[in-house]
């Protein structure tokens, strides 16, 4: 994962974020953030997403899927409050019906549902915390 070390050094260089900032953001060690700067290891899917928010990167960007660095200024401009979790979930277990009709296997479309329900919680906290309980 060579490409997403240097991605990420690229866009905290970019950003003006040293890793201990990333570290605390995150609520993990330095020396975890300097292991995936080194392409030693690297972070989690649900902590790639955080590091990606953090930095205003794409997911894709980070991991060399896309060259577009930066995020849609509807993902930058982002409400918690403005979201209908209940419709979010119908049209999330929508598309994980089709993707295994078309070939994805249960347990990916498993780990995706799984993720996504993590999001939308996030997203229900986010939520009850500004006071608009949906």
């Known amino acids: 994962?060579?490409?997403?070390?240097?991605?990420?050094?690229?866009?905290?260089?970019?950003?003006?974020?040293?890793?201990?900032e990333l570290a605390a953001f995150l609520k993990v060690q330095e020396s975890t953030v300097s292991q995936w700067l080194n392409d030693v290891h690297a972070p989690d899917g649900e902590t790639l997403s955080k590091i990606a928010l953090f930095l205003?990167?794409?997911?894709?960007?980070?991991?060399?899927?896309?060259?577009?660095?930066?995020?849609?200024?509807?993902?930058?401009?982002?409400?918690?409050?403005?979201?209908?979790?209940?419709?979010?979930?119908?049209?999330l277990r929508k598309l994980l019906d089709q993707a295994l009709a078309n070939g994805v296997s249960p347990k990916d479309a498993q780990d995706a549902l799984r993720y996504s329900e993590k999001l939308l919680s996030a997203l229900q906290d986010a939520k009850t915390k500004g006071g608009n309980k949906n």
């Not at 205003?56 to 930066?70: A, H, K, Q, T």
Request: positive net charge.
């Open 56 to 91: 205003e990167v794409s997911v894709d960007y980070l991991l060399g899927i896309s060259n577009v660095r930066s995020l849609t200024p509807e993902i930058k401009e982002f409400k918690p409050e403005e979201v209908d979790l209940k419709q979010t979930l119908i049209s």
């Open 1 to 20: 994962m060579r490409i997403l070390a240097e991605r990420l050094k690229s866009a905290l260089t970019d950003k003006q974020v040293k890793q201990k």
